[in-house]
């Protein structure tokens, strides 16, 4: 155990379980809020109608444009429509991008918001925002991104196609993988990484063959709320510079580009951090780290080439040169031939190697 170390908790009240979402109206209530704005993706937008019927004459209308990576443009765009309709707490319903929007407003407006996830992200648990301007994904982390609230409702993940749980519950792996070896990790977080990891382990196979099992997908949203905890806590590294880089430039899509990416980038930092592989191993119940993540990859079903997401063979060179700009800590120093290899490895969707 390291015994030098510091952990901070996060104030963020959780509300978890079956039905919760009809703690909505209190939960508002709490926060002072009476004009609120409830937020989705244009495909989630019947949802977060229902969402807004159910807050009733405090619900200030909706904005269902979130979009991948978080684009500045559209930020700014709900900014303005929360100043239309002054709006004082946004409930940001959904995955990754519509958190990430209620983040981007909370950066610029200072209000309160609620996330109520519908998918493993984790990122409702971070005061983290990721956006994405000219083809670039930068990152802040700052108070006041932090949801005030989560709402975990077990039962909206139930209409999670079993695909998109795999790859949203890989990329919330990937937060407890690199939590593992961290330059800042400490006890506490390695334990709820460990915990996630293999939450997710029990879980994932059996939603991929009952995606109505209440039992795997509580199991899941709990991996997703301790995961989430985990990158809040601890710094990340090369896996998700990697996955900003790759989203940002060649518009990947997020979760899928996770999965694809985490089993190669834990061997490339296998031999540096070997305490970090071993409790992963452990997790999966597998003999190695990376082998293990690629295999339960492939049980899942989930994609595991870049080539198959959309990523051009010549973008390996760019993304190679965008990775060494402004680098992440990382257990082992990054080479551009190793990343290099490793990106190619990823993009044909070979096996992870050393």
């Given amino acids: 155990m390291n015994h030098d170390f510091i952990y901070e908790a996060l104030p963020t009240r959780v509300i978890f379980g079956q039905g919760k979402l009809q703690s ?8 002072g809020a009476r004009r609120v ?35 500045v443009e559209i930020s700014e765009q709900a900014v303005a429509q929360v ?29 309160p918001q609620i996330a109520v996830p519908t998918t493993y992200a984790g990122s409702e648990m971070t005061p983290i925002l990721g956006e994405t301007e000219n083809g670039v994904k930068t990152t802040k982390r700052l108070p006041v991104i932090l949801p005030k609230t989560v709402i975990y409702d077990v039962d909206l993940s139930l209409t999670l196609p079993a695909a998109l749980s795999a790859t949203s519950g890989l990329n919330a792996m990937a937060h407890a993988v690199e939590a593992l070896y961290a330059q800042d990790r400490n006890p506490v977080t390695s334990i709820m990484a460990e915990e996630g990891l293999a939450a997710f382990a029990r879980a994932l196979p059996t939603i991929t063959q009952s995606p109505k099992d209440i039992e795997a997908r509580s199991d899941a949203l709990y ?14 590294a090369l896996h998700h510079k990697l996955c900003h880089v790759l989203g940002g430039a060649f518009d990947l899509p997020h979760a899928q580009t996770h999965a694809v990416m985490l089993p190669h980038t834990a061997a490339y930092n296998s ?23 690629w295999d339960l990859a492939g049980k899942l079903g989930a994609p595991r080439s870049l080539k198959e997401l959309g990523m051009p063979e010549a973008g390996i060179e760019l993304a190679t040169e965008l990775a060494l700009k402004n680098p992440y800590w990382n257990p082992r120093p990054l080479e551009a031939d190793g990343i290099r290899k490793l990106l190619a490895r990823a993009w044909a969707g070979e096996a992870p190697s050393l």
């Fill in 223 to 236: 991996g997703a709320w301790l995961c989430g905890i985990c990158l809040a806590s601890a710094g990340m």
């Fill in 24 to 31: 909505l109206p209190h939960e508002v209530e709490r926060l």
């Fill in 271 to 293: 031999k540096a951090a070997a305490d970090a592989m071993q409790r992963i191993a452990r997790a999966l119940n597998a003999p190695d780290a990376a082998q293990g993540l």
């Fill in 83 to 111: 100043q239309r309709l002054e709006a004082d707490c946004v409930v940001a319903l959904g995955g990754g991008s519509t958190t990430g929007l209620g983040k981007a407003i909370a950066l610029r407006t200072g209000l």
């Fill in 37 to 71: 704005l409830v937020l989705s993706t244009p495909q989630q937008e019947p949802w977060a109608q229902n969402v807004s019927e159910l807050l009733g004459s405090v619900s200030a209308g909706i904005y269902s444009n979130a979009t991948m990576h978080t684009p």
